[in-house]
């Protein structure tokens, strides 16, 4: 529907801190980027869906283990906005979801992004096997 009200023209970027973004793109380079981009949250989802099955694999209701998984997420998205903790963003799980707005950036910073994909791949897994190793030592009966 939104085609039918807008021309197909170009697209304008701006996302302000912690990572400050301006960019202007054609329509063709802005819908590649859209498209990466929405790869990229569909990891910051999975990872989001990880962490609420660990914590659902303990004795715990669901909703429980999800309000606990946002919590946490929650908790990372506090302490990144402190200033005292600006060093130390990059040990923040918050910090390396914010990957997908990378890639609206000029140019883009393609180490940076590999390396949070790369974290968030290995908290994935960690939290798979914490919660598979959860559900499989716990007594089913509780």
């Excluded at 669901?62 to 040990?91: C, D, G, K």
Aim: charged share 10%.
């Amino acid at each position: 529907f939104a085609r039918m009200w807008f021309p197909w023209k170009g697209m304008f970027v701006f996302l302000p801190e912690p990572d400050s973004t301006f960019s202007l793109f054609s329509a063709a380079e802005g819908l590649r980027l859209y498209a990466l981009a929405q790869l990229f949250l569909c990891i910051n989802a999975t990872t989001m869906m990880t962490l609420a099955f660990m914590f659902g694999c303990f004795n715990m209701k669901p909703a429980a283990a999800t309000v606990l998984a946002l919590s946490l997420l929650l908790f990372n998205l506090v302490m990144e906005s402190i200033p005292a903790f600006q060093q130390y963003r990059q040990f923040l799980l918050i910090y390396h979801m914010r990957a997908w707005t990378v890639v609206f950036a000029e140019p883009i910073q393609w180490t940076r992004v590999g390396g949070s994909l790369l974290v968030l791949v290995a908290f994935n897994f960690t939290c798979l096997a914490i919660g598979v190793t959860g559900f499989q030592l716990r007594d089913i009966k509780s």
